[in-house]
């Protein structure tokens, strides 16, 4: 496939006297490659947490799907959308894609028995999806100069770490079951929202509903492709 053209734009004080030349560098949405990253290893860990299925070697086949997909491939997804001025996925993306890598060398450290996974209570996973909890609620809230289709995916991963926090904290197996649940749905919005994202670039309309908000249509009258850094912001 060919390479995305560097567009130079020259603007004029007056003719023939140069001002500004702006390069214009056509992206794809980065949030296509970031959701379906995200969509795939969440749902993968949030059906072990639901106890869907595992046993005492998941971790070893847990490490490298996480760490690669959900975490380098999100990860680069979100320098991406820096370039593209999106800031809730630029949070988002580079956080979670960050969690993903350092959760597959934790299991990787379970499976060779380098660490040694406790029983009851893990305080220390839970203060991770605290953390975890307190960024994405804030993003949560971004989201909502966005699309419902993204608040959803922020909401419910919300939620879910929030219960995984607690859960951890607290050895209660109940409530890493209830994270599971809200991730799995959090995953299969995720997946949604991606699918929405790449078929309106590929048809270049609207294909899938994202339900965008009023006032997010009225801050982009004019559309001259997605993810043109200095023109527009894009997912």
């Given at each position: 496939?060919?390479?995305?053209?560097?567009?130079p734009?020259?603007?004029?004080?007056?003719?023939?006297?140069?001002?500004?030349?702006?390069l214009?560098?056509?992206?794809?949405?980065p949030?296509?490659?970031?959701?379906?990253?995200f969509?795939?290893?969440?749902?993968?860990?949030?059906?072990?947490m639901a106890?869907?299925?595992?046993?005492?070697r998941?971790?070893?086949?847990?490490a490298?799907?996480?760490?690669?997909?959900?975490?380098?491939?999100?990860?680069?997804?979100?320098?991406?959308?820096y370039?593209?001025?999106?800031?809730?996925?630029?949070?988002?993306?580079?956080?979670w894609?960050a969690?993903?890598?350092?959760?597959?060398?934790?299991?990787?450290?379970?499976?060779?028995?380098?660490?040694?996974?406790?029983?009851?209570?893990?305080?220390?996973?839970?203060?991770?999806?605290?953390?975890?909890?307190a960024?994405?609620?804030?993003?949560?809230?971004?989201?909502?100069?966005?699309?419902?289709?993204?608040?959803?995916?922020?909401?419910?991963?919300?939620?879910?770490?929030?219960?995984?926090?607690?859960?951890?904290?607290?050895?209660s197996?109940?409530?890493?079951?209830?994270?599971?649940w809200?991730?799995?749905?959090?995953?299969?919005?995720?997946?949604?929202?991606?699918?929405?994202l790449?078929?309106?670039?590929?048809?270049?309309?609207?294909?899938?509903p994202?339900?965008?908000?009023?006032?997010?249509?009225?801050?982009?009258?004019f559309?001259?492709?997605?993810?043109e850094?200095?023109?527009?912001?894009?997912?």
């Open positions: 496939m060919a390479s995305n053209p560097v567009i734009i020259t603007q004029y004080r007056n003719e023939g006297e140069p001002r500004a030349e702006v214009l560098q056509p992206l794809a949405a949030s296509i490659l970031g959701l379906y990253g969509a795939a290893s969440t749902f993968m860990v949030a059906a072990n106890h869907w299925y595992g046993n005492d998941t971790s070893l086949y847990l490298p799907f996480c760490a690669m997909f959900g975490g380098l491939a999100q990860f680069l997804a979100g320098m991406w959308a370039r593209v001025r999106d800031g809730v996925a630029t949070a988002m993306h580079g956080m894609g969690f993903w890598i350092a959760y597959g060398i934790l299991n990787l450290g379970f499976a060779t028995h380098t660490l040694t996974p406790p029983t009851g209570a893990f305080e220390a996973l839970g203060f991770w999806f605290l953390g975890l909890a960024i994405t609620w804030a993003g949560f809230a971004g989201a909502f100069a966005a699309n419902k289709a993204l608040v959803a995916v922020l909401g419910f991963l919300a939620a879910g770490s929030t219960c995984a926090a607690i859960g951890n904290i607290g050895g197996d109940p409530l890493n079951v209830a994270a599971g809200l991730f799995i749905i959090s995953a299969i919005c995720a997946w949604y929202t991606a699918t929405a790449m078929l309106e670039s590929s048809f270049g309309r609207p294909i899938l994202v339900g965008k908000f009023a006032r997010a249509r009225a801050a982009t009258p559309n001259p492709g997605i993810g850094p200095g023109v527009m912001h894009g997912q």
